[in-house]
């Protein structure tokens, strides 16, 4: 029994997490993120920004637009939310 709530905790701790930028607060607590990352061209070898939109869940609607959050993958909630806030990093001014 001891196994499997180790197998449980570390699978819980393996969840992918990514850091970005709320774009979007109008949904009921959903918010949109904006996650950048840099990708390498393949021909001219020069870096390209990339950015991808997440739907996050935000249990209690307190994220605004602008602040920069943590989320991490969870369960599928919706048709294409994925994703649940963890921790907002820095507030918006």
């Not at 029994?1 to 109008?26: C, L, P, W, Y």
């Not at 393949?42 to 950015?51: A, C, E, F, L, S």
């Amino acid at each position: 029994m001891a196994t499997n709530e180790t197998n449980e905790q570390t699978a819980k701790n393996e969840r992918s997490t990514k850091i970005g930028t709320v774009v979007s607060n109008k949904m009921q607590k959903t918010v949109v993120v904006a996650v950048e990352n840099l990708v390498k061209h393949g021909m001219y070898q020069k870096y390209i920004r990339r950015t991808s939109k997440f739907l996050a869940h935000a249990e209690n609607n307190d994220v605004n637009i602008g602040d920069r959050v943590v989320i991490e993958e969870t369960r599928p909630l919706s048709k294409r939310k994925r994703w649940n806030v963890r921790e907002v990093i820095e507030r918006a001014r």
